[in-house]
Structures are given as structure tokens and as C-alpha cells.
């Protein structure tokens, strides 16, 4: 005989197994992600953010860049258009975990009978639809400026399937900076510059051997470019080797390091 | 009776004293002041607006510099240099614009508005306050510009007039953003979109591409725009060469902005400062 029922309110939360109420919490709680996501309009931006990249630069350096023999700037573009997709998807995410932080959302969330993980998780299937949205309309955007794939099925299938991964990998990191960084101001400061710069010298836009000597080692090897260089490689003909994964393969692995460290410090910090 | 005759006759004379141009002249320069020390003590939006135009030259110059330079045969930073200028002039009125936004709504306004103050004082504080902040960003890409190899050969005359060009311009840009910003309902994405706008502008002028290399539909536009004009007369200011037309077209275009924003400003800003 159980004793529970002699206290209202209990029996109803135990009579559900743990693993449907979970699932539940998981499932509210991702919803509450993605309605927010939607009425902030990010969906939208979601287009705007690499239509504008592509248009902007597509425009006004074309005819400048094909002047360079077996130069296709649209072709060339197409990587770094994807990749700002996904960062976009992962500023948003910072975002969204940042104003969970000041408007004590996390701070409640943490006396509700709720497993810790639930929250992170919800998070985390909020940022992956975003993703998925942001890289849909980032390829609609290359389509647009005459990006046409070129890897057959399976280079198609994979450069999607590596630019997925970066973007997951990002938003995690995101999403750890802005449970760290604490306040929406301090996020986007955090954010703004570094992507800013290692976006710009990357051989996304301009090919290596057209920067200056001595920042040709960095533009070249910084984490950007190697996903350029990967992704390019797998929308052509020529096989995937394991020399040019092997830095973005590294790089991977150090950011999915530095989320792990970033969700962790995040998630003790909410605890104190 | 007597009492309230000088009464009267007092109010006319503060309200005389209060319309003539020795009192918007000195009200504006306390005001201006007040401004400029409001803007120095938020350390964040100084540094945002004076580093991230500096890196930004220094970013395109090393990125697109050398092929921009190849097709055009001339040092890309005498596009690029003024560019940025521009850009950091018209970018950070949005600062001012925001900040005219909180002060109507912590109420400033209408607190200066009960106050014998002349009306316009306000408004040419700010934007001769822009026009400080102007000077400094400019004098900073310069510097920048100059450790990069932007040189002035036609002399100082033309030196100081290439940095009157964004002081002058971006001051009648920012009459306009403050007339946006004080029209329009606080929290109103709208001085955003006009940040976006600019953006786009960024990308679309002579000195980020040459214009030939811009597709042919959209040459006339691009040679047009307000900042293109703007762009070519201080290149030609640095380099030599024509003068004549661009000064025009930009000071149609500060004409224009001025003109634009001169009414509305006021007029909103008489609304923003007793509705309630």
C-alpha cells in the first residue's frame, strides 16, 4: 500500500513514469524556444543575414575576381556564405542562452523538478531547426548568385552534412559563451570582433595568394578557412583526403572541447 | 495690476531673450559640452566607435587591398581610406540616436522644454556634438590610413578640406537620423533599418570596388549614392583630380539630408519633449 496518496498534488507527478515527463519537459520547453525564435523574426534574418553577405559582396567584386583565370566567384563564394548561415544560427543561440541567464529564467528552472540536462538539450533542439533553416536559405542564397554543386550526390550530401556538424559544434560553443558571459551586452561584445575578423581573413573571399605576404600563414590556417578549404573540396570532383580534413577534424575537436568546458562552467555558474 | 504688468512684461522679455541667436549660441555650447561628456564617459561606445571603423580599414585593406589595387593601378587605400571615414561618420549617429530615444523617455526633454532655453538649442548640441565625434573618428582613420601609406600630395589646403568633407556631411546626416529617431516611438526598429540601409551602401560605392565592376544596372546607382560623391572628392582631395562636380553632388546630398531632416526634427521634437 502506498502512503503517497494522503498528499494532494504528489500522486498525479509520480503516477507518470519519469522518462514521459521528461520528454514532456523537453518537449514544452523546446517549443517555448522556437515560438521565441519566431516571434523575434529570426527566421527571417535567418534569409536576410547571408542573402545580404552575398549580394554584397557577389555584386561589386565579380568582375574584379574573375578577371583571375579559373575564377568562378559565385562557385568560390559559396562556402563562406554557408558558413555565415551557421554563425549566424550560433549568435543567435548565444543570444537566446544569455537572456535566459539575466532574466533569471535558468534561476527558476533549477527549483522546478526537472532534470539539469533538460533546459541544455531544449536549447540545443531550438538551435538545430534554426540551423537547419539558416542553411536551407543560405544555400537558396548561393543558388541566387549561380552557385551550382559540384561533388555529385555524395560531395553534396557531405558538404551539407560537415557544414551541419561546424554549425551544431557553434551553437554549442554559443550557447556556452552566453551562459558564461551572462548579460546579452557582454555577449554580442564577445562575439562581434573575433568573428568579424576571422571571417574576413579567411580565403573564403579572397584566395590566399592574393593577401599580403605575412598574413598568408594565418589567413591560411586559421579555423575558418580550413572548413572553406574541406567544404570546397567536397562540392568538387576531387576525393577527400585525409591531409585536408585532418585540420578541420582538429579544429572540431577543439571546439566541441572548448563547448564541453564552456557548458559546464555555464551550468556551475548557474548553480551557485 | 502694477505687479502684474511687470509681470507680463518680464515673461515677454525672458521669452524675447530666450528666441535670440546670443541665447541659442550659448545654450548650444552648453549643451554641446554636456553631450560630448555624456558620449566620453561611456567607454564602451567610444572605443566601439572609434576601433571598429579602424579595424574594419585595416581588415579590407588586407583582404580585398591588393586585388582592388590590381585592377584599379592605384593604391586601393585612397578608396578605402575615405570609405571608412564615411562609414564611421554616418555609423555612429545611430549612437545619438538611440541616446535621444532614452532621454525623451527618462523625460530630459521635457524638462529642458519648461526651462527658458531656446527651442532649437537642443538639437544643434547634438548635432555639433556629432560633428566633434566626427572630426576624432576621422583624424583616427587618417592616422591609420597614414601608417598604411595614405599620403596627401596637393598640400595642406586640400588636406583640410578632405577632413571638412565627412565633418560637414555626416553633420547633415545626423540632422536627418535625429529627425528619424525623434518622429518616430521609442523602441521603433526604424534608426536599425537605417543602420541596415547603410550597411548596404557600405558594399555598394566607388571605394570599396571600382564602379565598372559593378554589374551595368546598377552603375548609375552606385556612382550616385550619397557616399560615392563623397568618396571620389576626398580621393581626389589626397591624389589630385577633378574637384568640381563631386563637391556639388555631395553638397546637394548634405542639402538634401539637411533639408530633409530640418522640419521634422523640430517639429517632433516639440511633440517628444510636452506629450505625455
Known sequence: ??????????????????????????QTLTSRGLLKVLRNGEFMFAFIAPAFLALCFYLPLRKVMDSAPGMDYGQFLMPIILLQAVSFAGTSAAM??????????????????????????????????????????????????????????????????????????????????????????????????PTMVLGMVSTGFVPEERFPEWIRGFARNQPISQFVDVMRVADSSEPMTWSVAAPTVCWCAGLAALAGYLVVAGTRKARR | MTVDAVQTTAAADVAKRERSLATWFANSRV????????????????LQSLIIPAVSLVLIKVVLGDTVGEATGQDSLYGTVPLMILVGSMGGSMVSAIRLNRERSTGLLARLYVMPINRAADLTSRVAAEAVRILAVTLILLAVGYAMGFRFSQGVGSAIA???????????YAVLVLAIAVSSPSGAPLVQYLGLLMNVLMFFNSGFSPIDAYPGWLQPIVANQPMTPGIDLMRSLATGGPITENLIKVAVWAAIFVGAGVYPALVGYRKAATAR
Open chain 1, 1 to 26: 500500500m502506498t502512503t503517497h496518496t494522503d498528499t494532494p498534488g504528489a500522486p498525479q507527478a509520480i503516477s507518470v513514469p519519469s522518462g514521459v515527463r521528461t520528454l514532456r519537459q523537453w
Open chain 1, 96 to 193: 537566446r542562452s544569455s537572456f535566459d541567464v539575466s532574466r533569471g529564467i535558468n534561476t527558476r528552472f533549477r527549483v522546478l523538478p526537472m532534470a539539469g540536462w533538460v533546459p541544455l538539450t531544449a536549447r540545443l533542439a531550438t538551435n538545430v531547426v534554426l540551423l537547419c533553416v539558416s542553411m536551407l536559405c543560405g544555400v537558396v542564397a548561393c543558388l541566387i548568385i549561380g552557385w551550382r554543386p559540384g561533388g555529385g550526390i555524395a560531395g553534396t550530401i557531405g558538404l551539407f552534412a560537415i557544414t551541419l556538424g561546424i554549425g551544431v559544434l557553434l551553437a554549442l560553443v554559443a550557447d556556452g559563451l552566453g551562459l558564461v558571459a551572462g548579460t546579452p551586452e557582454a555577449t554580442s561584445q564577445f562575439l562581434g570582433l
Open chain 2, 31 to 46: 549643451l554641446t559640452g554636456r553631450q560630448i561628456v555624456v558620449y566620453i564617459r561611456n567607454v564602451p561606445t567610444v
Open chain 2, 162 to 172: 578632405l577632413v571638412a568633407v565627412p565633418v560637414v556631411f555626416g553633420s547633415a
